[in-house]
């Protein structure tokens, strides 16, 4: 099964409420999947790279920072659970990623705006954990996961991230992921696990890389990509819904003058704030849904 | 009348009271606030009540109806009514996918549009929707009529047995072996009873869709299979 939602502000004065209510919508989808949970929030730019770095040895994370402090100086850490958000500077990616490398930690995701954070465990327990309701963005995805293709692990959680703030939250299962995987590993893509939705991630990493814009990349998806989906997608500007040409799984949109909102399911955007008056559709297979706002 | 507000007492219990009400039950008349979303309201009913449910319904809604005459005043998520045996159920917004699913009774009214699906595997129901319908309606469709005023999407009637389906605005493409024919007396009697039980006007202007019949049938070239 699995559950999957998403909220993009449309208006200012809903960025402080997008971890809150992200966090509301999650737990209701709990139902969907019970395993484990993650989500990705986009906020404010500060003009170096964000990197999430996870790892479940505290020794290891206090390792990490410790090493990063000493080659980059002050790296901004901010601790939640598991993870720890730190900054360098964006000419620096390289020379952190390396030394994060020897140190034992994940980086599970890299941007100017988005940070990333998943775990095992029922969805409310993992945003608490993080603080989710706390956070404030422009806009945020999230998934809650009934494993299929891989093993319940953090690993295996999503969100996916395959490119500098993006990430692809899914439901569903691909069935031509290896051949895919293949291709895209040749074109450089790198890949941290066996689980089918991270190609996803990394055929739409690969297509903007080479020119494509989130809706062109979603619509190349289409042709590329087979099996069962709803994917939902996030960009440092953009927020994309895509269902497969059979729309075998679950989808219910919301959109105001505030906000945009996804759901697998209406309950997840039923407390919504003004969701009495919001236009209700369901996306239609196989046709992209992107919103873009300025950088 | 009676008054349930589902936000403060759980569903269950909701449908533990409707399914405990005998058949000649006065408590014929049942408001629900605050459904939310909620998977499975009013499911399994058996006795002739009204349920009016104010506001958007999950999955499953008045699923295996009997009797019941259910209102939703809202959208309806997968498979509203579906396996109805006999009653009414309303949808006052859109529904989701595989609305009707293997109904064998009863008739359906759809007021806005309906997603994939709407009528799979009906054998008996009658489906009216006044908007369109979304692909692969009326899959194996068997009995029962399934009435579009708007449009239809994709392979309809796909694998058709002996449903009719009347679509007024265009039809995306027909699915295998279902094919547009003329209206014959019994089916405008259909149509009109039907129409007539949804309590609209038919605008006149319907196109038959049916099965060809070629798909079901055993074809003597197929006996060395045998």
Redesign the interface.
């Known amino acids: 099964m699995c559950g999957i939602v998403g909220l993009f502000a449309k208006s200012p004065s809903l960025e402080a409420h997008v971890g809150a209510l992200t966090a509301q919508m999650l737990a209701v989808m709990g139902d969907r999947g019970p395993d484990s949970a993650g989500f990705a929030v986009y906020g404010a730019d500060t003009g170096r790279l964000k990197l999430t770095l996870r790892s479940p040895d505290a020794a290891a994370r206090d390792g990490a920072l410790a090493a990063l402090a000493a080659r980059f100086g002050e790296v901004r850490p901010v601790r939640r659970d598991t993870h720890i958000v730190v900054s360098v500077p964006e000419r620096d990616e390289i020379a952190a990623r390396a030394l994060l490398a020897e140190s034992g930690v994940a980086v599970v995701g890299a941007g100017r705006r988005m940070e990333l954070y998943k775990e095992v465990g029922r969805p409310e327990a993992v945003a608490a954990a993080f603080d989710l309701p706390a956070m404030a963005g422009t806009h945020a995805v999230g998934h809650t996961r009934m494993a299929t293709e891989s093993a319940v692990t953090t690993r295996g959680a999503h969100p996916f991230s395959t490119g500098p703030d993006q990430c692809l939250v899914h439901n569903g299962s691909l069935s031509n992921h290896n051949g895919v995987r293949r291709m895209l590993v040749r074109e450089g893509i790198a890949f941290e696990t066996e689980n089918d939705s991270e190609v996803a991630a990394g055929y739409l990493t690969f297509r903007m890389r080479e020119g494509a814009s989130l809706e062109e990349a979603l619509t190349a998806a289409l042709a590329d990509l087979d099996g069962f989906y709803t994917f939902l997608v996030g960009t440092r500007t953009g927020f994309a819904v895509l269902r497969d040409p059979i729309a075998c799984k679950p989808a219910v949109m919301a959109e105001t003058d505030d906000y945009v909102a996804f759901g697998s399911e209406f309950r997840a955007l039923a407390g919504l704030p003004g969701i009495e008056d919001a236009h209700l559709f369901e996306p239609e297979p196989g046709r992209v849904y992107a919103w873009e706002r300025p950088e | 009348m009676s008054y349930f507000d589902l936000a403060d007492r759980p569903l269950r219990e909701l449908n533990a009271a409707l399914h405990a009400l005998p058949v000649d039950t006065n408590d014929t008349h049942w408001n629900v606030e605050n459904p ?4 499975a309201i009013a499911c399994g009913l058996t006795v002739p009540i009204t349920v009016d449910l104010k506001g ?1 319904v ?2 499953y809604c008045a699923g295996m109806n009997k009797d019941a005459d259910v209102t939703i005043r809202g ?1 309806a ?2 498979g509203v009514a579906e396996n109805m045996m006999s009653g009414r159920v309303t949808v006052k ?2 529904a ?2 595989s609305a009707g699913a293997s109904g064998r009774g009863g008739l359906l009214v759809i007021e806005g549009n309906a ?2 699906r709407c009528g799979i595997s009906m054998k008996g129901i009658d489906i009216v929707v006044k908007g369109s319908v ?3 309606s009326a899959f194996m469709a068997q009995k029962g009529n399934l009435v579009v005023f708007g449009d239809a999407g994709e392979a309809l009637g796909d694998s058709l047995y002996e449903a009719r389906l009347f679509v007024r605005g265009t039809v995306a493409s027909l699915g295998a072996d279902c094919v547009e024919t003329t209206m014959g007396d019994d089916d405008r009697a259909a149509l009109a009873a039907v129409l007539d039980e949804a309590g609209l006007a038919d605008p006149g202007d319907f196109r038959l869709y049916a099965s060809a019949r070629s798909l079901y049938h055993f074809k003597v070239d197929n006996l060395d299979a045998y």
């Open positions: 939310a979303g909620r998977h958007h999950g999955y959208n998520g997968v917004g859109d989701s996918q997603a994939a979304g692909p692969m």
